[in-house]
């Protein structure tokens, strides 16, 4: 029995319409699966790498079901040539457009490390170590790249000082240098024209009042006695005082084990402040904005010296009786 033309062509748009309905059944089943890992999974996509090994990644670890469907919608929505690279942390239920997104977008993971106030450059790089940003030996080497210090305008031999401590936001394509140039430019953020112009009221250009601060970071207590602390070291400055501060002395101390002796005050060194007059060649910590600020507009005070009272404040005096008088009080009672 001959099928006329008519019935073949029918049963051809049959069969056509039956292959669209398993295909699109195929595609609906891949679209519309939502998957939640077994355990959260970190993926890393390097530079440069393939759409097709990414989606192989993805799918070997459970976080689509099917590569060669990953690809096929990639491609619809035009977006092969526009992932990022990066480390990707995948723990929530996604479809797989979810998925797709957080690739173009470049929503990599996301660590936070955090420079406290008063640190040095020393103890910044183990930071950064222990972020898994660089080593310590590197990120110590580019802060004290020549040419990084002319361009900054830094007049010693490193960038000490002028790290800012806070707390910056990192991720797997976070370099050492671009974490270094944050830390620069959020210093040239807090230096704003109004404390530059506080500072130079008071005979501080940029680099001396980061110097300043740095002292001021370390000897204070608490923010609230930075500006009389600044003011004490504005005095002796003003007075050709020494400012005899011993986080300075610390700071180039050789064989320093948290001891602080005579010795150490006796030893000339350009960073011992018993010894020599006026500031140090450069800062000896990250000073925060407090100190900063303290520095760049101290306190109106007489004093010229101050003790710990041994519970995080000082006793500040304007003459050596009353100094004297205080160290006895609260240094020397037991």
């Known amino acids: 029995m001959k099928l006329r033309p008519g019935k073949l062509l029918a049963s051809f748009f049959v069969l056509v319409g039956i292959a669209l309905l398993v295909v699109g059944l195929w595609w609906q089943a891949f679209v519309a699966t939502v998957i939640t890992p077994t355990q959260p999974q970190i993926v890393v996509i390097t530079p440069g790498t393939s759409f097709t090994h990414t989606a192989l990644q993805l799918e070997q670890v459970g976080v689509i079901s099917d590569a060669r469907r990953f690809a096929l919608l990639a491609r619809w929505h035009q977006a092969t040539g526009k992932i990022h690279a990066g480390e990707y942390l995948f723990e929530a239920a996604s479809g797989p457009k979810d998925i797709l997104d957080r690739l173009v977008a470049g929503d990599v993971r996301k660590s936070q490390v955090t420079i406290p106030e ?95 601060a740095s002292i001021v970071q370390k000897e204070a207590g608490n923010v609230m006695e930075m500006p009389l602390i600044a003011a004490v070291f504005h005095n002796r400055l003003r007075k050709g005082i020494p400012l005899q501060a011993d986080p300075t002395v610390i700071y180039d101390a050789a064989n320093y084990n948290g001891n602080l002796t005579r010795r150490h005050l006796e030893t000339s060194t350009p960073y011992n402040t018993y010894r020599k007059r006026g500031l140090p060649p450069g800062p000896i910590a990250s000073p925060g904005l407090a100190a900063l600020a303290a520095t760049a507009d101290p306190a109106a005070s007489n004093s010229l010296y101050f003790v710990s009272r041994g519970d995080g404040t000082h006793q500040f005096s304007a003459t050596l009786k009353e100094h004297n008088r205080a160290v006895r009080q609260y240094q020397l009672r037991h």
């Not at 040419?147 to 797997?172: A, H, I, Q, W």
């Not at 530059?196 to 501080?204: C, F, I, N, Q």
């Open 118 to 212: 008063g640190l040095n450059l020393k103890e910044i790089s183990v930071r950064i170590e222990q972020a898994g940003i660089s080593s310590a030996a590197e990120f110590l080497a580019l802060t004290e790249d020549p040419e990084l210090c002319k361009r900054m305008g830094v007049e010693t031999s490193n960038l000490e000082g002028y790290l800012f401590p806070e707390t910056y936001t990192v991720d797997s394509g976070t370099t050492p240098a671009k974490l270094l140039q944050l830390m620069l430019t959020q210093l040239q953020v807090q230096l704003t024209s109004d404390l530059l112009d506080k500072a130079r009221e008071h005979g501080l250009n940029r680099h001396q009042l980061i110097t300043l």
